[in-house]
């Protein structure tokens, strides 16, 4: 049980695109999930706090309208790196919440802006 | 500033020997206490997680939380060369679902 899916688990894309990244409880209802971002051997950094219909929690320096963020049902949680830079290239990563504070997290999704 | 700390290592265990790994926090109200394996290039897999004082264990692993001394610990019996991972701890944060994030301890069971 507690299975998370990111989709996809790799994706290259050009300067000024945006990219659409999904992340899906596949066996339990999640009201909470969480991006976090992790750059080669540092460690994970969370970015944002999604909850189930209403409107995600961003941390302090993530700017939310780069990375725009949507919960609308509670098996799926969005992320979109929009107008992406090469800054941008990293590893991101998705939980959700199943009881009280346990996370268990999706494979990650590994996006190299050229 | 809530803070989850952990030696960075690497640390080096032979083959067979026991594992132990370590970690303080700062938050006095925090209840609820996790390890997570991390293998290289890939995602957090959660492996323990630990509530109240004493021992937990699990197949070789074994939690030990001392919420007097704001300490847990992790000890991994029998390594095996697969355990070589970087552990990170993490701990709930009171106000919301959110947990703090040791930077990780690098593990390396050597054959």
């Known amino acids: 049980g507690a299975v998370v899916s990111q989709h996809p688990s790799w994706v290259i894309c050009k300067s000024g695109t945006s990219v659409k990244i999904e992340c899906r409880s596949l066996?339990?209802?999640?009201?909470?999930m969480f991006w976090y971002r992790q750059f080669p051997k540092q460690s994970l950094m969370l970015m944002a706090t999604?909850?189930?219909?209403?409107?995600?929690?961003?941390e302090q320096g993530v700017e939310k309208d780069k990375f725009l963020i949507n919960h609308a049902s509670l098996t799926l949680s969005t992320l979109t790196v929009t107008s992406a830079h090469p800054e941008d290239s990293s590893f991101y990563i998705c939980?959700?919440?199943?009881?009280?504070?346990?996370?268990?997290f999706g494979p990650g999704t590994r996006l190299t802006v050229l | 500033q809530k803070e989850v700390e952990q030696n960075s290592g690497p640390l080096s265990v032979p083959e067979g020997a026991i594992a132990s790994l370590n970690c303080t926090y700062s938050d006095r109200v925090s209840q609820s206490f996790f390890w997570y394996r991390q293998y290289s290039g890939k995602s957090p897999e959660l492996i323990m997680s630990?509530?109240s004082n004493g021992d937990k264990e699990d197949g070789r692993f074994t939690a030990q939380l001392n919420k007097a001394s704001q300490y847990v610990s992790l000890l991994i019996r029998d390594s095996q060369p697969s355990d070589s991972a970087t552990y990170l701890c993490?701990?709930?944060?009171?106000?919301?679902?959110?947990?703090?994030w040791g930077a990780g301890t690098k593990l390396i069971i050597k054959p």
């Open positions: 999604s909850n189930e219909g209403s409107k995600a929690t961003y």
């Open positions: 993490a701990v709930n944060l009171a106000s919301n679902y959110q947990l703090i």
């Open positions: 066996d339990f209802q999640a009201t909470t």
């Open positions: 630990i509530y």
């Open positions: 939980s959700a919440r199943l009881l009280e504070y346990e996370q268990f």
